[in-house]
């Protein structure tokens, strides 16, 4: 019996703009509201700031910030208020404000939240904070020149107050100068951090306004590749990992993108060409490329100063003739829950040999062909469109297979789940369809795309949402099951042994009571550094060793019938007379049981 008006205030002048909640109750009573609720998506495009804690904060607050280290950042507030943390999962945060009351009989006005927008990175955002609340700051400028006396670009300068609480921090520029702003007289701990150098710490007291720093001494290693039957270059991952001696590191909350994780170096050339900074000291470089090919590893010693050539050769030694692999189900940032950059996927996925990145946003079609393009390597990757029907987790996921993008339309025209009144049709009841409703109607599209159950158990998915039994091979909700499903991601980012009492399980007890079901194998990758691309794939038998022949409809068409194996590394070859993968033999005689 309440109404609600939401006005959104930007003062002339101002950095921020004030939600304003005006409440009308017509009860006798003043209502007490238990809290405030503030909801928060895509968390992982743009790092969360607070202005102790660092980033991606894990207690109270009572301003976050969103980091853009090119475009503007902005934080979120409710004035005056703590907002207590609550759940966090997959790119959504909750966090909650204190109770408050609305008065009985009339309007209260209420001031929800403050968005307050800054220039790029962290210490614009600091500095318009500051000048919100009076604060005074102090600059602190310098100069990072690496060992020889150059300058040293692209070196993040790390702010600490003593008690270890993060304030900010600053890149260097071309010319090594960086400046960034703390508070006025207290004392301050700058650490540096550049991947390939070690880390340089630098105290200061309360009244220093400067702060000359010079890393220690580096050589470069370059790495060139080439493929040993042609001679010409190939696209491989370069590491670069330590032998006896630690890789420089900073901890999480200093909000340094994660992705080597315990290597100096984690490069995906496109040319098999690449150069590193490194520290002083022995290093190995391991140069791959999937599956197919052996390894190459060499001890490098660094000198400083020092340029070390490293020439790779990398030999193809599994043929896999007339196959490509494929992996059906890759997150990049345009998934609420992934923050990983779109170009780098696709580069890891080249990188490892992968030829079929089918890329796999939720709720929103899309493909990595320009990227490809982008790339210059249509010759050994070719990008099918795709979407994750998400469901918003009440029947599961479900990779569509093509799904052709339309820019033009709502999340590019992913497939619905619910019906709902639009413009053309607004006596529209909402109704949440069944999984056979939503499947059928997948089907229908001009693509006739296939469906894979995606990671089908664990939590809200589809196994548990139809209730089916391995044992009996019997579902608990029947009509909840699409008895046209044939493909199923029996591997998500794990192995056959990881999954033998689980989703083995239910494909051998399918497979037992009749139903032609083929398993398929993906990353679902949505943090690069922790799941890469192709791990597990399903390879194919399209009759091709070019990407650049494919067509949606092939790809399709193989998955579709199961022409594939999974693959964790290992490739099989497996037939019974002419009749290969997804085929069906007859005329063997009797099966007993």
């Known amino acids: 019996d309440m109404r609600a008006a939401i006005d959104y205030i930007l003062e002339p002048g101002a950095d921020f703009v004030d939600i304003k909640i005006t409440y ?17 998506m895509y968390t992982k495009r743009m790092r969360r700031f607070t202005g102790d804690q660092g980033f991606e904060p894990e207690l109270d607050f009572t301003e ?54 800054a220039g790029s990175g962290v210490d614009n955002l600091v500095q318009t904070w500051a000048a919100a609340s009076g604060e005074t700051l102090r600059e602190i400028t310098g100069t990072i020149t690496n060992s020889d006396g150059s300058p040293a670009p692209g070196v993040r300068v790390h702010a600490l107050a003593n008690n270890d609480d993060y304030l900010t921090r600053a890149t260097s520029a071309e010319d090594g100068s960086y400046s960034l702003h703390v508070p006025a007289g207290d004392a301050v701990n700058l650490i540096t951090f550049r991947n390939g150098n070690e880390n340089v710490e630098r105290a200061l007291a309360g009244a220093d306004t400067s702060a000359d720093m010079q890393l220690g001494a580096v050589g470069t290693i370059n790495v ?27 901890p999480n909350h200093f909000g340094e993108e994660e992705r ?70 890759i997150h990049t940032m345009r998934s609420a829950d992934s923050g990983d950059d779109v170009l780098n996927k696709v580069r890891s996925a080249v990188a490892d040999g992968l030829e079929l990145p089918v890329r796999s946003e939720h709720e929103y079609a899309a493909d990595f062909k320009a990227e490809i393009t982008e790339l210059g390597v249509e010759a ?11 469901t918003m987790e009440f029947a599961g996921h479900f990779g ?88 199923v991601e029996i591997f998500n980012d794990s192995s056959w042994k990881e999954n033998m009492n689980g989703t083995v399980a239910d494909w051998l007890a399918l497979l037992g009571s009749g139903r032609r079901i083929f398993a398929v194998g993906s990353s679902d990758s949505h943090g690069l550094s922790r799941s890469p691309v192709g791990y597990p794939r ?37 037939s019974i007379g002419a009749v290969g993968h997804g085929g069906e033999a007859t005329g063997l005689g009797t099966t007993t049981s």
């Not at 009860?27 to 503030?38: K, M």
């Not at 009985?104 to 929800?112: L, N, P, Q, S």
């Not at 042609?230 to 032998?243: C, D, E, F, K, Y």
């Not at 050994?380 to 998400?390: H, I, W």
């Open 24 to 40: 009308h109750s017509p009860r006798r009573f003043d209502e007490r509201i238990p809290n405030g609720f503030h909801g928060f």
């Open 64 to 117: 976050l910030g969103f980091i853009d280290e090119q475009g503007p950042s902005y934080s979120y507030s409710s004035p005056g208020e703590l907002l207590s943390a609550g759940v966090s999962v997959s790119g959504f945060a909750a966090n909650f404000s204190p109770e408050f009351s609305i008065a009985a009989c009339g309007e209260t006005e209420r001031i929800h939240a403050r968005l307050t927008v």
């Open 224 to 250: 060139t590749t080439v493929d040993q039957d042609s001679a010409s270059a190939i696209p491989v991952r370069i590491q670069v990992l330590p032998t006896d001696q630690s890789v420089p590191t900073v």
């Open 260 to 329: 080597n994780r315990g290597r100096l170096h984690v490069e995906y050339s496109m040319d098999g060409t690449a150069s590193f900074q490194a520290p002083v000291g022995n290093w190995e470089v391991i140069v791959s490329r999937g599956y197919e090919y052996e390894l190459f590893s060499e001890i490098v010693s660094v000198g400083d100063a020092a340029t070390s050539n490293v020439a790779a050769t990398l030999e193809h030694v599994v043929d896999t003739t007339g196959e490509l692999c494929a992996d059906y189900h």
């Open 380 to 390: 050994f990757a070719y990008g099918m469109p795709s979407v994750e029907l998400t």
């Open 400 to 487: 569509v297979v093509p799904t052709a993008p339309d820019p033009s339309k709502v999340n590019a025209d992913a497939p619905k789940w619910q019906r709902y009144a639009t413009e053309a049709n607004p006596d529209e009841e909402f109704v949440t369809m069944e999984p056979p409703e939503v499947l059928a109607n997948v089907r229908a599209r001009p693509e006739a795309p296939a469906v894979i159950v995606n990671h089908p158990r664990g939590g809200a998915n589809y196994f548990e949402y139809v209730g089916f039994d391995p044992v009996t091979a019997m579902f608990d909700n029947p009509e909840k099951w699409d008895e046209e499903l044939s493909l």
């Open 538 to 574: 399903t390879c194919l038998a399209v009759g091709t060793d070019d990407p650049q022949t494919l067509d949606n409809d092939t790809i399709r068409d193989a998955t579709a019938a199961g022409q594939s194996y999974v693959s964790g590394g290992i490739y099989v070859s497996a």
